[in-house]
């Protein structure tokens, strides 16, 4: 296929042709005539190549004369969708129909910084959660339900589908006056009326032309409603807001009351007329929105200064501080606050009147007189917690616990001052298999004190471990300093995992034929009597680790640490030691090896490890462990 010609090339070989047919020769003589003829017919032929290699290099040469900015000429293209153009559009229109900078949510009021300084704690506004920059994305309400009240203006898009003896789609945007007009039927006002009553205003007006037909109609868009928002709003200004918008939409997208704004009241003037009065509170407490109707154009809306505030504090469903309406009582405020928790008093409270210059003492209120008690400003009232009030102990009726070896277990309710060995007669008595000597008693207070000493006892851990690359000296190699406190992080970490058991320690011997009678129970108690154990265990850094039976009376724990094998060469035997079976652990510095063995023992050989300042700092808060009865055996294995 020959390639066609550019239109250079085409002119001259027209040229050449011409100067040819007014020259007519032979073909001899054309072939004598030499190489000049010949090879103007090459480069004829070999022209439009020519053209189109000397077009690609100008055009080469004027892409690299171009300076490119932004992206790149290869790069790929990205597409705006319509989610994106919307969103663009939205925020362009606010932006212009503002004209205002966006401020961040208002600062504590000087009624919130008091409240602060006297709890210790923030209290925030009720409401302030709307205020949230994210709160914003709620002001552009939902518009793929159109609500039947809604009265149509200038600027929406009205589509009807006709079928019948008028067959088509007809799409029409109401005009200034109201109107749409429609051919062979002509104008229709449509302004003001309901979207309820569209489609009958519709049929009426085009059933004085046609008969036997059908029309649907809907909204393809709606036009935008441009509102003001003032007085002490956080953003006051125009907005441009969708004509759905409605009062609580326009307040969330001017920011909400301002520090000192009010939430009880939001007032809307349409043509100078005060139309409506929203209560926010109304609308977050009991969903009640009456007053949040739908914005019309050059609407106003009017943020008053807030009222007289108090702090409903404690055992409250939502400690806060809440705005008072004139009128309003103590009760009413107890009520926005939600009322006493399931913890709370709900026979009283405690009531703190600022404003009283001559008397600021606590005043106790019943609830039953609350409602006649006029609240004021700057009062603070407080719902005192019942789970907090922890009752003597001679006034406890409690539940306990008991196990083991005894002839009914089970959870028994008893009275105060009950002491253990009453608590086991209701439980019928030990068998004859009980070991009293190695009772436990577990009991939640204890707990929580182990608990807290514990996480204290690991606070000290993780300093040590944290000053320890301080305290070194530099002639220590590095990598291996940083490879021991790599470790006793490790180790920390597993004692975090471990948790306290709450065991009481009691004064028992192994002789013993009752449980102490001045312990008295505590609530949750849990009582466990183990049957009379028949082994020894010798543990850790043993030839041969193992439970071995007891063999008579008499014998001394060195004998079963030899029954074992004896302690390895690694075995640090200075620091062995014995849990007994009642929880109390005997050391080798108090005669360890040379105590008689009683059921129930547990020897522990520990693995001697190089000292180093780290692990002496280790062993130092160590210590405080071991003195609950914690793991007694990991932690001395770490020594």
Partial sequence: MIAPMTHPARAIFLSIALALLQFPV???????????????????????????????????????????????????????????????????????????????????????????????????????????????????????????????NPGDTVVLYLTGAVDGTVE???????????????????????????????????????????????LKSLRAVRVYVTGFANNPGAFTLSSLATVTNAVLQAGGPNAGGSFRSVKVYRNGREVADLDLYRLLRSGQREADIVLQNEDVLFI?????????????????????????????????????????????????????????????????????????GGDLIEVLSRGTLLQPIARQSIVVRIEGEVERPGNYYVSPNTSLNEALALAGGTTSRAYLFGTRLERFSVRKQQRQSYDEALEQFRFAMAAAPLEGGMEQNPNRRAAEIASANEVIELLAEREPDGRVVLNLTPASTSLPSGTLLEQNDRIVIPPVPSTIGVFGAVYRPAS?????????????????????????????????????????????????????????????????DIWAQIRDVASVVFQLGLSAAVIESLR
Wanted: no cysteine; charged share 30%.
């Fill in 548 to 612: 071995f039976l007891i063999e008579g009376r008499g014998r001394k724990l060195r004998d079963y640490i030899e029954q074992a094998g004896g302690p390895l060469r690694a075995a640090d035997r200075k620091r062995a030691f014995v849990v007994r079976a009642n929880g109390e652990v005997l050391i080798r510095a108090r005669g360890m090896l040379n105590a008689e063995a009683l059921p129930g023992d547990v020897v522990f050989m520990p693995v001697r490890t190089r000292t180093n």
């Fill in 172 to 218: 029409r945007e109401i005009d200034n006056d109201g109107n749409i007009y429609l051919e062979s039927v002509g104008t229709i006002k449509v302004a003001g009326v309901r979207y309820a009553d569209l489609r009958s205003t519709l049929v009426r007006a085009i059933g004085t032309e046609y008969r036997f037909f059908n029309v649907n109609v809907t």
């Fill in 304 to 376: 008053p200064p807030a009222g007289e505030q108090v702090a409903a504090l404690g055992s409250v469903q939502e400690e806060a501080i809440y705005e008072l309406r004139a009128g309003e009582t103590l009760a009413d405020l107890l009520r926005l606050a939600g009322g006493p928790n399931v913890m709370g008093e709900v026979d009283r409270l405690i009531l703190y009147r600022t404003s009283d210059t001559q008397n600021r003492e606590p005043i106790q209120v019943s609830i039953a007189d609350a409602g006649t008690r006029a609240a004021k």
């Fill in 26 to 152: 032979t073909a001899a003589a054309q072939t004598s005539s030499g190489s000049g003829s010949s090879q103007q017919i090459d480069e004829i032929r070999t022209e439009p190549e020519r053209n189109e290699r000397e077009e690609r290099q100008d055009r080469r040469e004027r892409l690299d004369d171009m300076e490119v900015s932004g992206s790149s000429l290869f790069d790929p293209l990205r597409l705006e969708n319509e989610d994106d153009r919307e969103d663009r559009e939205r925020q362009d229109s606010d932006l212009l129909g503002r004209n205002i900078r966006l401020r961040p949510p208002p600062l504590p009021n000087e009624f919130e910084t008091y409240v602060e300084d006297v709890t210790g704690r923030k209290v925030r506004r009720f409401g302030q959660d709307l205020l949230l920059d994210a709160s914003r994305d709620f002001a552009a309400p939902a518009t793929s339900t159109v609500p039947p009240e809604y009265r149509l």
